[in-house]
């Protein structure tokens, strides 16, 4: 009997789901399936917070399924292989999927519709995770985009996306396709479980609450987006990136809400992701390699001592170490956190991005390709569209105006919790500083100069 694989990637949802109303559409059975593949992403094997999420995102998605009569069908290996397998296993002569953009899912992808379409398979591939394909907004002459405002202008001077899909009201379920134990791929962490602290719920129906709770305050969100000590921004990012909500169900929620300037500051957070999709679409060794090539020469220090210190939170700077530190015990950081503590990597350490970068995968619960490489390479300097490399953070100052009372410091860094707020982002200069908090591991004016002579040794332009 014929029957159809939806095979569900980065768009673990029911709603405004191209691929799974395609299958329902076509009325045959339908295999819901979703491969752990740990081979075709070769050194971007998802991280261990990703994993997380991942795990209960797909526990969310197979609740979601078995309420509609069927379930989750899960298979671990090399993805084309299962996939051919499966439908041996199951005489499936079609498959859909919604598209993923990162280089290696790009080249599979690719390959794995040519030889099904050969074999007579119908494939059918859908955009379920942007506003706009990455090939579909160019310049005038028709090259992408370098840099972000025409970009986003361009996108913005399009038609409104398409309104979202519903939920499929009947899917018809292929009966008796094994599936593995999602607890036997034990993505979750043991010993120790380092996910305590996390205060998360994945899963596509959490996706739509948080856009809610999130719209409700929406219009400060100009202002509050830059202070990481209150919940201003939506906190959207990991679902987004396991898309159990989609940018076109964002954009609609959000334009049917209201119209205010904290509307259109928010949508042009989601066009930076747009931009940096369309940027790793084209520049796919964006994660590797720097996007200005000036930046292969840079000399970077090694210090594992710095990197450590870096990561566990101990540099002696307060804002640095706040955001390390909720990095560590939430696997999310504040966006402003986020380029404070990359400027303090790669500027006063001089440490490579690439290595921030890597730690950021591995702890991050909204690691993204495509968002994680271009933010870096953005603080960095070396990115498209990029921060110029000689506008360096000072840290303390970062600390004094996004977070002037310390409350985010305090909250993550409680060793300082007790210094007065003249001191909470400089307290190696409080009459008793603290005992049990490091002095900081670089002096922040020698820090900066060493940055800036190494970028004066690049080649000019
Ligand atoms: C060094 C560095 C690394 C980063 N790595 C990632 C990453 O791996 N994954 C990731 O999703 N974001 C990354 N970001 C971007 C940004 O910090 C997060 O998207 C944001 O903090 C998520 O919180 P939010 O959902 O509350 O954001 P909101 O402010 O509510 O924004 C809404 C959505 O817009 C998108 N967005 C917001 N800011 C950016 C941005 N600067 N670039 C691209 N998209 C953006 C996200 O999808 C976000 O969910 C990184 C930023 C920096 C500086």
């Given at each position: 009997m014929k029957s159809i694989i939806v095979w569900f990637r980065q768009d673990l949802r029911l709603s405004d789901n191209p691929a799974l109303a395609h299958g329902a559409k076509s009325g045959l059975p339908i295999v819901c399936l979703y491969v752990l593949d740990d081979e075709t992403p070769g050194d971007w094997k998802m991280g261990d917070a990703s994993q997380w999420w991942l795990h209960h995102s797909l526990a969310a998605l197979d609740a979601s399924l078995r309420k509609k009569g069927g379930g989750v069908t899960l298979r671990r290996g090399n993805a084309a292989k299962i996939i051919k397998a499966l439908m041996r296993e199951t005489g499936a002569d079609s498959i859909a999927w919604n598209r993923c953009y990162e280089p290696f899912a790009v080249a599979r992808d690719a390959a794995l519709k040519t030889e099904l379409t050969e074999q007579g398979i119908a494939v059918t591939t859908c955009n379920?995770?942007?506003?706009?394909?990455?090939?579909?907004?160019?310049?005038?002459?028709?090259t992408p985009f370098k840099v972000y405002t025409p970009f986003w202008k361009a996108l913005r001077a399009r038609p409104e996306p398409d309104a979202p899909l519903r939920t499929p009201a009947k899917i018809n379920f292929h009966a008796d396709v094994k599936s593995d134990a999602l607890k036997d791929w034990t993505l979750l962490p043991a010993k120790p479980d380092w996910s305590k602290g996390f205060d998360w719920t994945p899963g596509e129906k959490a996706a739509h609450d948080a856009l809610h709770d999130f719209l409700g305050h929406i219009g400060g969100y100009g202002t509050a987006r830059d202070i990481p000590g209150v919940d201003g921004t939506s906190r959207l990012s990991p679902h987004l990136h396991f898309g159990e909500i989609s940018p076109r169900q964002v954009w609609h929620a959000v334009r049917d809400h209201n119209h205010t300037q904290g509307a259109d500051k928010f949508l042009g957070e989601i066009g930076w992701r747009e931009f940096n999709h369309q940027l790793l679409f084209h520049h796919p060794h964006l994660p590797n390699s720097?996007?200005?090539?000036?930046?292969?020469?840079m000399k970077w220090r090694q210090s594992d001592k710095d990197f450590t210190a870096w990561t566990h939170g101990q540099t002696g700077v307060p804002i640095v170490d706040a955001g390390m530190r909720q990095l560590w015990q939430t696997g999310w950081m504040h966006n402003r956190v986020r380029m404070i503590v990359a400027s303090f990597l790669i500027k006063h350490l001089l440490i490579d991005w690439r290595k921030g970068q890597r730690w950021f995968w591995d702890t991050l619960v909204d690691a993204d390709l495509p968002n994680n490489a271009a933010n870096w390479q953005w603080v960095a300097g070396s990115g498209a569209d990029a921060a110029p490399f000689f506008r360096i953070f000072n840290p303390v100052l970062q600390g004094q105006k996004f977070d002037p009372t310390g409350t985010y410091v305090r909250r993550f860094v409680p060793e300082l919790a007790s210094l007065p707020d003249k001191f909470i982002h400089r307290p190696w200069e409080a009459t008793v500083p603290p005992a049990d908090y490091p002095t900081p591991i670089v002096d922040l004016a020698v820090g900066r100069d060493r940055a800036l002579a190494a970028f004066r040794a690049l080649p000019r332009r």
């Open positions: 379920g995770s942007l506003l706009a394909e990455p090939w579909e907004i160019t310049t005038q002459s028709g720097a996007y200005d090539e000036r930046f292969a020469k």
